[in-house]
């Protein structure tokens, strides 16, 4: 068995291999790439996990966007944190994040929805995501009223937007040989101040 790392991120930018790693990944997964698991807990200590897209990023975090009246909306304003995993299937990899989260500012948001498909920005209006939901027939039946009020070009929803997770900690799992993987865990030396600089430790598989 042979000593050599089969992956060694020592001295590298996090986000740069992020960007490395999920460009791969756009090359090989079959759907949505950029789909992580995100999760996020309520006021009285309960997780919740579900599954959102990456749509952006900056030099400090990752973006992504929701109904801000949503049960993940409501638990990342009460308490500012979140934790990410991604998983690439045919490349044997994960990606794991821990840090605080934040609102984008509503220029990016508007940025961003103004991108989107005419029938998802419809969405966004006609959907009160997490709430209770009678039928799919009432579903429809708002999305119709909403396109009548919107024929063209929608407004991005004051209740819809973007957050920006600002991670204090990112790890990197590589698979390895007999389950001998390769795990680096990137900390901030400060984890309340992103431009700090990052500690790097291999962990065991």
């Known amino acids: 068995m042979t000593n050599e790392s089969a992956f060694d991120p020592t001295g590298k930018d996090p986000f ?3 960007d490395a790693w999920l460009a791969e990944a756009e090359s090989s997964e079959i759907n949505d790439p950029n789909a992580v698991a995100l999760a996020t807990v309520s006021s009285d200590g309960w997780p919740s ?13 990752l973006h992504f966007y929701t109904n801000y009246t949503s049960r993940k909306a409501g638990e990342l304003d009460a308490t500012g944190r979140a934790g990410m995993s991604i998983h690439w299937k045919s490349l044997r990899r994960q990606i794991r994040l821990v840090g605080r989260v934040e609102r984008l500012p509503d220029h990016v948001s508007d940025e961003y929805y103004a991108s989107r498909p005419y029938g998802s920005r419809i969405g966004a209006w006609a959907s009160k ?36 997770l600002v ?39």
């Open 129 to 164: 995501q997490s709430q209770p939901l009678a039928s799919r027939e009432d579903l429809i039946a708002r999305v119709s009223q909403t396109e009548a009020d919107y024929p063209e070009n929608p407004p991005r929803p004051p209740f819809w937007g973007g957050y920006r």
């Open 167 to 205: 991670p204090h900690e990112i790890e990197f799992w590589h698979d390895g040989a007999s389950r001998l993987h390769d795990r680096f865990c990137f900390r901030l030396k400060k984890p309340d101040q992103p431009s700090s600089g990052w500690d790097i430790q291999r962990l065991y598989p």
């Open 49 to 61: 996990v579900r599954v959102v897209l990456i749509k952006g990023r900056d030099d400090k975090a």
């Open 16 to 18: 740069a291999l992020f």
